[in-house]
């Protein structure tokens, strides 16, 4: 079974600093895409950023070049983002996904984690 679990969200100032894990587990990887988006309340949920797994090819959403990072330990099967210099704006649920497509697309996401909460405070 396909398990992918996100975790290391929390409550930050703006300017701080959060790193989340989207550890995943029940097949390989190496042929997909997978990327984190995020859902703030009453919104759609939104592309932040995502990588390919076999070559690291990387790609982000306008709004966090610069502040975010996303990377993978193939080894340890697990994806991160560095959320650095946080926004409020930056607020909302996170999820990771996993697709073989490189391109997102409106059904994109053959798996998703259950989320993890990102609280930016003004």
């Known amino acids: 079974q396909v398990q992918l679990v996100e975790s290391g969200g929390g409550l930050v100032q703006a300017g701080g600093s959060l790193r989340l894990s989207c550890a995943a587990s029940?097949?390989?990887?190496?042929?997909?895409?997978m990327g984190w988006f995020r859902q703030a309340p009453g919104k759609e949920r939104e592309f932040v950023a995502s990588i390919k797994w076999n070559i690291g090819r990387t790609d982000y959403a306008d709004s966090v070049k610069g502040r975010f990072t996303i990377s993978r330990d193939v080894a340890k099967n697990t994806m991160y983002l560095q959320m650095n210099n946080l926004k409020p704006e930056d607020t909302a649920v996170y999820y990771c996904?996993?697709?073989?497509?490189?391109?997102?697309?409106?059904?994109?996401?053959?798996?998703w984690g259950q989320g993890t909460q990102v609280t930016v405070s003004s």
């Open positions: 996904g996993a697709d073989r497509s490189w391109l997102v697309h409106a059904s994109w996401g053959d798996y």
């Open positions: 029940g097949r390989t990887f190496s042929s997909y895409t």
